[in-house]
């Protein structure tokens, strides 16, 4: 696992409470899905940081909501429609 030494965390108390409560195996899902990443708490802070990336990298990300800590992610990972098109 990461070492969380002089990262900023943006970690709720509801994701704490989640994570001491879960096994092992949960534990590192979580780290792997959420705590290891940066949150960003709304939609102007991920429009920054991608406008930033994009001029210094010319890197295309996409975002999504984050089901355990309620805020956004970045990743490069291309999004998928959920809903199957007839």
Same mark, same amino acid.
């Given at each position: *696992?990461? /070492?969380?030494?002089?990262? !900023? ?6 994701? %704490? @409470? #989640?994570? *001491?409560? /879960?096994?092992?195996?949960? !534990? ?6 959420? %705590? @290891? #990443? ?49």
């Amino acid at each position: *696992m990461k /070492s969380f030494i002089g990262r !900023r965390l943006h970690i709720t108390v509801k994701l %704490l @409470n #989640k994570y *001491m409560a /879960s096994d092992l195996i949960t !534990r590192k899902k979580l780290a792997r899905t959420c %705590l @290891n #990443k940066t949150r960003y708490a709304n939609m102007g802070e991920v429009c920054d940081i991608m406008a930033i990336i994009w001029e210094e990298r010319k890197q295309s990300l996409n975002f999504y909501k984050c089901k355990h800590c309620g805020g956004y992610h970045l990743t490069s990972q291309k999004q998928l429609n959920k809903k199957k098109r007839k």
